[in-house]
């Protein structure tokens, strides 16, 4: 798979998909300070899309500290706390510049692990609650800014602190997920005939159909989409 490069220096959405060398390289020659660039956790294959996904690399909370006025330091110390008893310790700590995240490094997952992948994102986001752990920052195409580039919202540097490097297998976090109860669905037993079927959509194809809709009007525009990152 590939990861995505993205910079926006040019007042423009530029995304890139390379591979893990080339990504590299890329990289190490962006100039110093460049503001508001980022690159996905997970790999993809021509596009940067759920339906292009390749591997799931990692697990992630984004914690939006400066809304709570929380400090990291506090916040640090609140999640030590947690360790080994809500959820193993992470692989890294990256301060955002407004707020920190927290990345489990994962022995790559196919896509087929994705139901599994977005069940423990539902559990990490529901045990840091309290410290301002976003909702929306759940999804398998989530982008996070580059390390030693400039936050412009708040100007500051954005960093890294590594506590292991080395993946773990995902089934690390199976002890700490709550039981899934085995419940009986009865079906009813007959259904009226009529013109319009009884069932449009199922969950499953609703949510595909809106992702449709979301990268159709993202294309329509552009992806020009400044402004509207947490509502899209």
């Not at 800014?145 to 993946?167: A, E, G, I, M, Q």
Request: proline share 7%; with cysteine; aromatic share 12%.
């Amino acid at each position: 798979g590939k990861a995505a490069l993205v910079r926006t220096d040019s007042g423009k959405w530029v995304e890139k998909l390379y591979r893990q060398k080339k990504f590299l390289t890329e990289y190490e020659n962006l100039p110093p300070a460049l503001p508001d660039a980022y690159f996905s956790i997970n790999s993809f294959g021509h596009r940067r899309r759920i339906e292009n996904l390749v591997n799931l690399n990692c697990f992630h909370t984004d914690l939006d500290l400066y809304g709570l006025f929380q400090t990291p330091e506090f916040a640090l110390s609140e999640i030590e706390k947690l360790y080994h008893t809500i959820f193993p310790p992470p692989s890294l700590i990256y301060n955002s510049g407004r707020g920190l995240w927290l990345l489990w490094l994962l022995e790559p997952m196919p896509r087929q692990a994705l139901e599994y992948w977005a069940r423990c994102q539902s559990y990490l986001i529901e045990k840091l609650g309290h410290l301002g752990a976003d909702k929306k920052a759940c999804d398998a195409t989530r982008v996070v800014r580059l390390p030693n580039t400039l936050n412009s919202k708040c100007n500051k540097l954005t960093y890294f602190t590594v506590l292991d490097p080395n993946p773990v297998r995902a089934e690390i976090f199976k002890p700490y997920l709550p039981q899934i109860s085995q419940t009986r669905i009865q079906l009813p037993k007959k259904q009226k005939s009529g013109n319009t079927h009884p069932k449009l959509f199922s969950p499953y194809s609703l949510n595909w159909a809106i992702i449709d809709d979301l990268e159709k009007l993202a294309e329509m525009r552009g992806r020009s989409l400044m402004g509207h990152r947490e509502l899209y």
